[in-house]
Structure formats: C-alpha cells, structure tokens
Nanobody, 118 residues
Framework: QVQLVESGGGLVQAGGSLRLSCAAT????????MGWYRQGPGKQRELVAT???????NYADSFKGRFTISRDNAKNMVYLQMSSLKPADTAVYYC????????????WGKGTLVTVSS
C-alpha cells in the first residue's frame, strides 16, 4: 500500500504564491509518476501537473508558466509551487501516485484546500 499526505494549503490573496507538499510512504517502487490534481467547487477533478521519477513533467495547459512541479526522490516527496494565484485556483488539491508494474496502481491523498481571495 501507498499513503500520500498533502500539506501547505491555506488562504492566500490573489497574486500570491503557495507551495504544496506531498509525502509518500509505503510500497512506492522506483517506477512511478507523482502529480497534482485539483477539484474546484462544483467541478470535476482535473490534472494540474505530473512528474515521473526520471524528471519528465506534464502540465495541463492552464497551469504552464504559473505552477511548477518538482520532486525529491530520496525523500519520496512531490511539490507544487503555485504563483500568480487567482480566485479561480480555489480548489482542493490532491496528490496522486501512479505505480507502474504488471498493473498500474493509482493512489490518492485526502487533499489540501487552497483558497484564493480576491
């Protein structure tokens, strides 16, 4: 099993920055992709960004240039640096880990709330 715990959410003013962290524990395996998704009020969960263990990143177009994903494989951590935040970025941000093996296993954290005030 894999456990993911997010931290770093909170209230921030529009134009501000915030850094989210996610700690992964358990049977992570070396071949995996970690990333961030978000779900705004009344909206479906959407991709923000992902990063493989080898450093390949994938961003949804909406976040390119404003958000930066990074990870520390030694600590099994993934981060999301968010800047130029807008009220529309208000959402619960979820950490995700995809463990690649004979089958793909998908793990989710419980989420951390980010509220951007205008």
């Amino acid at each position: 099993q894999v456990q993911l715990v997010e931290s770093g959410g909170g209230l921030v003013q529009a134009g501000g920055s915030l850094r989210l962290s996610c700690a992964a524990t358990g049977r992570i395996f070396s071949v995996n992709t970690m990333g961030w998704y978000r779900q705004g009020p009344g909206k479906q969960r959407e991709l923000v960004a992902t990063m493989t263990a080898t450093g390949i990143t994938n961003y949804a177009d909406s976040f390119k240039g404003r958000f930066t994903i990074s990870r520390d494989n030694a600590k099994n951590m993934v981060y999301l640096q968010m800047s130029s935040l807008k009220p529309a970025d208000t959402a619960v941000y979820y950490c995700n880990l995809k463990r690649w093996g004979p089958s793909v296993m998908d793990y989710w954290g419980k989420g951390t709330l980010v509220t951007v005030s205008s």
